[in-house]
């Protein structure tokens, strides 16, 4: 497969979908599927997901062949457009707006107004079609998780008809602290002999990455798991919901797909057949967050409970072409709603992305410490050239050192960036600490690394600066960094030239 637009003159022309006769086959196969228990989603390095990993090759050749034309929801393309689609153009109002080139894929002989209005919708802009619905172009991102979820299902269900067989989608378990070899591409992707065809090979992968796979810090999210809520409910910190959304999701996503190209691209990530084992992965760490074991001494219940948020409503596309709307609560009973579970949740206490819980019940309001000039500017625009940003104290120094003193003090750096597109490769961002606690001189010292996965055109949102968050609670514990005293971060852009710059506009160290 390639993330390139379809020739859809090439295909061979076929009738209708038969939607009645799928209908009723489907329904009887559903209901049987649902009496006999939930579907479990196994570990594709495992046997039963070995077995689902080559149910989902037969497939993806299936739903991407000839005889699939892109208007049929039952085809590769349909479904990943669902996510996104490289049909867009940014609009006068700034916004994303569906071309001629989208339009003209129901006027092909099969395609009917249904399905026109089921994808693009009404008056066939887009605005209120299921195409190009994800979180990163909608204004919904506290959805990340739960619309994800929801499409998801309504894949998997639609691989499930085109199989003709009970079918789980296995996940890409990169998260396994015990087998460092999952970081690796899966060997079921890989790029086949000459003459031979592999439905699970897509062209534009990063070449680091398939030589190397992912890093530890690739799948590494510090604050991830140690979010007490969903949503943070004072707004001082992002959430699990948003955490996630950039680590270890974006990164993954940046560093499989080529610069500008498939994984690294909203457009174009669920083209690629990886896209929807790391996404079942994703959902697995959502479902081991909300199940904390008992002697973590946390509630269990860290579901959002917004009306608004559980009323909100999302619609995908059953395998007979047919709408189905869902409302996000369904999302948080994944066994008894959606049908299916997951062979082993994830050991937040062993797994490379997991630290202690912080002991706070809350969140408290932000101190900053030291800060950036106000009119910081340094763009990043190659690869491997380090940018540096001074910072400086922005409190008197009593009072910096009574709240470091203070044992209940958390530690954040956090840096701002601005971005029009993703410029489709990862930073990895290191600070100038002292190598011992009397050491005269500092050295750098790597945090954490960040994507703009994200970010593309207006409909995003990114003109404004995202937020990114490390903790340094160690470092300042240590007397390795002071806070009290001048400072300075750099970043550097990894493993692949830019599309385009980022733009570092603050950086801040907060204690909270």
């Known amino acids: 497969m390639t993330d390139q637009k379809q020739d859809l003159s090439r295909r061979s022309v076929i009738g209708g979908l038969g939607a009645a006769a799928m209908a009723g086959s489907f329904g009887l196969f559903a209901a049987d599927a649902q009496a006999a228990g939930p579907k479990v989603r196994s570990d594709i390095a495992s046997p039963a997901g070995k077995k689902m990993l080559a149910l989902y090759k037969k497939a993806a050749g299936l739903m991407a062949s000839d005889k699939k034309q892109e208007w049929d929801p039952q085809s590769w393309y349909f479904q990943a457009n669902i996510h996104c689609h490289p049909y867009l153009d940014e609009s006068d109002e700034g916004g994303l707006a569906v071309t001629a080139a989208a339009r003209a894929i129901f006027t092909q002989p099969g395609a009917t107004s249904a399905l026109r209005t089921l994808a693009l919708g009404s008056d066939g802009t887009g605005s209120d079609g299921i195409w190009n619905t994800c979180s990163h172009h909608r204004n919904y991102a506290e959805h990340f998780l739960s619309w994800h979820r929801l499409y998801l299902y309504h894949f998997e269900n639609i691989v499930q008809a085109v199989l003709g067989e009970p079918f789980a989608m296995p996940y890409w378990n990169y998260t396994d602290p015990t087998h460092p070899e999952k970081r690796r591409l899966p060997v079921a992707f890989a790029k086949p002999a000459a003459g031979v065809i592999n439905p699970l090979h897509f062209d534009d992968r990063d070449a680091e990455f398939l030589r190397l796979g992912l890093r530890v810090e690739d799948i590494r999210a510090k604050a991830t798991l140690r979010d007490r809520s969903y949503l943070d409910p004072n707004a001082n910190q992002p959430g699990f919901n948003t955490d996630i959304d950039s680590q270890p999701h974006g990164q993954v996503h940046v560093r499989v797909g080529a610069a500008g190209k498939g994984m690294s691209t909203v457009e174009n990530a669920a083209r690629d057949p990886i896209f929807w084992v790391h996404h079942a992965q994703i959902d697995r760490l959502w479902e081991s967050w909300r199940r904390p074991r008992i002697s973590d001494g946390l509630s269990p219940d860290r579901d959002p409970t917004d009306q608004a948020w559980l009323d909100k409503e999302f619609t995908f596309a059953k395998p007979d072409g ?149 903790d340094i609670t160690d470092l300042v514990r240590a007397s390795k960094f002071d806070p009290t005293a001048p400072g300075q971060i750099i970043v550097k852009c990894r493993f692949t030239d830019p599309i385009g710059p980022a733009v570092i506009k603050s950086v801040t160290v907060q204690a909270q």
């Open 322 to 470: 047919t709408p189905s709307t869902m409302q996000a609560r369904k999302a948080l009973k994944m066994r008894q709603e959606l049908g299916y579970t997951y062979d082993k949740l994830q050991n937040v206490k062993l797994v490379t992305l997991a630290v202690a819980q912080n002991d706070q019940t809350g969140a408290d309001a932000s101190t900053i410490l030291t800060q950036s000039a106000p009119n910081t500017s340094a763009t990043i625009a190659a690869k491997e050239v380090p940018v540096a940003v001074d910072i400086t104290p922005a409190l008197a120094a009593d009072a910096a050192k009574a709240i470091i003193r203070k044992a209940s003090s958390q530690f954040t750096l956090v840096i701002g960036v601005e971005a029009t597109k993703n410029p489709g490769c990862v930073y990895d961002v290191f600070l100038k600490v002292k190598p011992t606690l009397n050491a005269p001189a500092t050295e750098e010292r790597f945090i954490e690394t960040f994507n703009l996965f994200g970010a593309m055109h207006a409909g995003h949102g990114h003109r404004k600066p995202i937020t990114w968050r490390a």
